[in-house]
């Protein structure tokens, strides 16, 4: 019998409209999965609104019994979550970091008010690393997240609680934000679909940007369908002052469009020089395989290291986590956001214009040798969901930051580039892992990307995995 949980979000909107269910009993369902112990289990939230995720609900149910579905917004309301690094007002906001634990934000980020325009119905805000400046989810100011498959496993970051409520099948959809492979890294790690839009496609407001054009918000989901229908809702504004790519009328339904024949690059290794490990390897191989059997030109070449965009992008990365907190007590940070904090008053003003000038020129030399391809295929992360603790390193946070470089592999090139870029949950590994990977398509192609995404999900599904490992 199909629970409630087990529904995508297209799912439900379809079970509203033909009053098999409602917002009210949906929300409930999912409050009571979280409170039972398997948002604990998984480290999913930090902090859940049941009240106001009610409330919601029963204003929903009202309108959705009112007002004509065809006028009404794709997933109006549909239960999520929101990234803890995102402002909410009247909602605790502890930006992973025990600095913040009872900060109440007066205010809505952008994104908030993007998805409470469509609808959408929080169910509280979930688990980030300090500051979103790990690739791993193990704050002190909430459990550590976990990877649904094994609860011994990480994962990953800084979408880390994001992803494992997907997973987890506490929200069908959540929101997530990417500057070094944070939506697609947790996705990897925890079975699901993780977009990471256009640089510019998802509005982040007037002073949502991070000045060096790294960070974009995007969705993470069960099904590329879910993900496609989450990103129109996540497209349905434009902020000023912002370069937006082309814009197609729907994403969802680029997911049904014909895919045309298209050159397809396996990209093999990693661009951090992190070795790749086997079965992961294994998994960019089967995809490229698959593609090709439905028709592409698929092609091999290898992603040598790059020392000097890994090298230039820490210091971008190191610049960003010291604007952020500059202004704190550095003996109340993790060592890992002390360490790049101090990192970032070492460098000058311009060195630092330097290394984005180099990090620029090496995206651009990145994507004139793939000019010649539709799609890249890459492993997402270098190795399957790590162990809880093990990227962790109090003692020494060099080292740390050295081991979460290699274990996150290629995905800052789409954050250097601006490409889009999705993970996909396409192989498992021998224990029962998931095994994110990664295509990456031009500047303002997510109709291709998501096109192509679907039909992998056709070749290789994974939604019968959910509920066959830990608390999926």
Not at 42 to 67: H, K, M, N, Q
Not at 173 to 195: N, W
Not at 308 to 337: C, H, K, N, W, Y
Request: charged share 20%; proline share 7%; hydrophobic share 40%.
């Amino acid at each position: 019998m199909t629970e409630l949980h087990d529904l995508t979000a297209l799912e439900l909107a379809a079970a509203y409209a033909c009053g098999e269910t409602s917002p009210t009993d949906v929300v409930e369902h999912l409050l009571a999965r979280i409170g039972d112990g398997d948002g604990d289990r998984v480290g999913a939230f930090t902090t859940v609104s049941a009240d106001r995720a009610r409330t919601a609900a029963a204003e929903a149910e009202r309108v959705l019994r009112s007002t004509d579905h065809a006028v009404l917004p794709r997933l109006f309301g549909v239960p999520t979550a929101i990234k803890d690094l995102e402002a909410t007002a009247g909602v605790r906001t502890t930006l992973g970091s025990t600095l913040f634990r009872n900060w109440i934000p007066e205010h809505d980020d952008e994104i908030v008010d993007v998805m409470t325009g469509a609808g959408l119905i929080s169910l509280g805000k979930t688990t980030v690393p300090e500051f979103g400046a790990a690739c791993y989810t193990e704050p002190e100011v909430s459990a550590p997240a976990r990877s649904p498959f094994d609860l011994s496993r990480s994962a990953a970051g800084s979408s880390g609680g994001a992803a494992a409520a997907v997973g987890a099948r506490l929200v069908p959809i959540a929101q997530g934000s990417d500057t070094a492979g944070s939506i697609r890294s947790p996705a990897s790690a925890c079975g699901a679909v993780g977009l990471k839009p256009s640089r510019g496609l998802v509005t982040a407001g007037p002073a949502g940007n991070d000045g060096m054009g790294l960070s974009v918000r995007g969705p993470i989901a069960r099904t590329v369908r879910d993900t496609a229908a989450f990103l129109d809702a996540l497209t349905g504004r434009t902020g000023a002052g912002t370069v937006h790519p082309p814009r197609c009328d729907s994403y969802e339904r680029a997911c049904d469009a014909p895919v045309p024949r298209l050159r397809i690059a396996l990209a093999q290794g990693s661009v951090s020089g992190g070795p790749v490990d086997p079965e992961v390897a294994a998994a960019a191989e089967l995809t490229a395989r698959t593609l090709a059997g439905l028709g592409h030109e698929v092609f091999a070449r290898d992603q040598a290291p790059d020392p000097e965009l890994t090298e230039g992008f820490q210091m971008m990365f190191a610049a960003l986590v010291g604007s952020r907190t500059m202004a704190l007590d550095a003996s109340s940070l993790r060592p890992i956001v002390r360490h790049l904090r101090s990192r970032s008053q070492e460098f000058t003003s311009g060195e630092l214009a330097a290394s984005i000038g180099t990090v620029q020129a090496r995206a651009r030399a990145w994507a004139l040798d793939h000019a010649d391809a539709d799609v890249v295929i890459t492993p997402t992360v270098t190795n399957p969901p790590t162990p809880i603790g093990r990227l962790r390193n109090d003692a020494d946070p060099a080292a740390e930051l050295a081991a979460m470089t290699a274990f996150t592999g290629n995905t800052v090139l789409a954050n250097a580039t601006g490409f889009p870029a999705i993970s996909l949950p396409l192989s498992w590994s021998s224990q029962g892992l998931p095994l994110g990977v990664s295509l990456t398509a031009g500047w303002g192609r997510e109709d291709l990307l998501l096109g192509v995404s679907a039909s992998l999900e056709e070749a290789l599904p994974w939604a019968h995995r959910y509920g066959e490992h830990g608390k999926a």
